[in-house]
């Protein structure tokens, strides 16, 4: 993919040659009082236009000389010091032309363009907002290599859009759209315009090798989406983890992966971490890797997570309710734990379940026990262990305590409203892991 940066260099520096050809033909008003000046200026525009700068340059350093404020031989001086590739020598020289002339266009439009090759981006929108007019192409396409060297690229676009309109085969300006698209991570409409492209040339290399890339990664993301609406979440993350394979250089297309695979349990915490790396106030993925931390049973990490993410959403029921339940579990955890009694995770499936009670019952029973204190005791585990089992495949059971509640608890049970919360862990059953909300990467720029 050619960059456009290396695009803007090749039209940059054509522009002073073409202008130099326009202005050669540019007789303006009487310029000087000296008929000596006269003759200077004449000589030096048939030699620069036989191409002998140093003779040229001659003249047109006696013409300045004979009359100081005769601003077009300061400005065929510019000319003929950007011909010999001496811009630093032809900056003077313009800013006197612009100075004893503010209209002169063609003076602004070149110290514009010098500008911009040093590095003084201000300097250089200063002169192309000068000089653009609503309808004149190469102004616009000036500006806009100002506008992507200062990182303005909401302004860039506006000017490529007009410009396409403003020339029918336009296609180096849906070119540029396109990769200004597609290097801030919207995918879709960096597809859009380099169709529109292809429409007016369909063999156009840069469009069609782009269009390539674009579509490729168009559709994996697609994909994935699609794959995350049939809660085929494995699938869905293998699809992204691809899209970071098919454009590793982008980097709104690695946090778009990074955050959508966040939402996998089995590698949420990691996944998550790298993104708040770089997005530490994303409040999706702040939400995403607290319930992962609920699931690994750290609490008080989910809990920091919870806090975080609701200073930035302060109107967050979801944040809300994890929160609370992230605190009551963390109360909870500090009791009696069933799923810990059992020796199983929060995420076991009920076969899991019953497998792990029938191992401890038959270990903890008391009638394996002789003496009456390990007896004693071994009654004690053996019911706390038929509990755990009866809570946990108890589907109401089992929500409840999911959510802070001990159901073999009355003390646990008088005065607790329960609130549904979505986002809870049965053996994932009717749990989205990627229901924080569908991405949506578009650009509005005014």
């Known amino acids: 993919m050619v960059s456009i940066d290396h695009v803007a260099h090749k039209i940059l520096t054509y522009i002073p040659y073409v202008l130099v050809l326009i202005d050669m033909r540019y007789e303006g008003v009487n310029c000087g009082k000296d008929g000596s000046v006269d003759n200077h200026m004449e000589m030096g525009k048939k030699l620069l236009a036989a191409g002998q700068l140093a003779d040229a340059l001659s003249h047109f350093h006696a013409a300045v000389d004979g009359d100081p404020k005769n601003y077009m031989a300061y400005y065929r001086r510019a000319t003929v010091f950007l011909a010999m590739g001496k811009s630093k020598s032809a900056l003077p020289d313009l800013s006197r032309v612009i100075e004893l002339k503010p209209d002169f266009t063609s003076a602004r439009l070149q110290r514009g363009n010098l500008l911009l090759k040093q590095g003084k981006l201000d300097e250089a929108e200063s002169d192309f907002k000068k000089v653009t007019c609503v309808w004149d192409v190469t102004s616009r396409e000036m500006r806009v290599e100002c506008f992507i060297q200062m990182g303005e690229m909401g302004k860039a676009i506006s000017d490529l859009k007009a410009a396409s309109k403003l020339k029918s085969d336009n296609t180096q300006a849906f070119y540029k759209l396109s990769t200004i698209y597609y290097n801030l991570g919207d995918h879709e409409m960096s597809l859009n315009e380099v169709r529109e492209c292809l429409k007016l040339d369909p063999d156009h290399k840069q469009c069609f090798s782009h269009y390539k890339q674009v579509k490729k990664l168009n559709k994996q993301i697609q994909s994935a989406e699609e794959l995350i609406q049939e809660q085929r979440y494995e699938d869905a993350v293998s699809k992204y983890e691809a899209v970071m394979k098919t454009e590793p250089n982008v980097h709104h297309f690695t946090l778009l992966a990074k955050e959508r695979m966040c939402h996998q349990a089995s590698r949420a915490i990691k996944v998550c971490s790298e993104v708040l790396q770089s997005d530490p106030e994303n409040v999706n993925v702040l939400k995403n ?115 802070g509640e001990d159901p073999m608890d009355p003390e646990s049970q008088q005065g607790h409203h329960h609130h549904n919360f979505h986002g809870g862990f049965h053996g994932f059953q009717g749990f989205n892991p990627f229901g924080s909300g569908p991405f949506n990467f578009k650009f509005n720029f005014n």
Not at 304 to 329: C, F, P, V, W
């Open 289 to 403: 890797r607290a319930e992962a931390y609920v699931q690994e049973e750290q609490y008080e990490e989910a809990i920091k997570d919870y806090e975080t993410a609701g200073k930035h959403s302060e109107n967050d029921r979801q944040i809300k309710e994890g929160l609370e339940r992230a605190q009551r579990l963390l109360k909870q955890s500090q009791k009696r734990d069933y799923y810990k009694i059992l020796g199983v995770k929060r995420t076991a499936q009920k076969k899991e379940i019953i497998k792990a009670y029938r191992k401890l019952a038959q270990q903890w029973h008391p009638d394996n026990f002789q003496d009456p204190e390990e007896k004693k005791k071994a009654e004690k585990k053996f019911i706390d262990i038929a509990q755990a089992k009866e809570v946990l495949t108890d589907p109401d059971m089992r929500t409840k305590f999911d959510h």
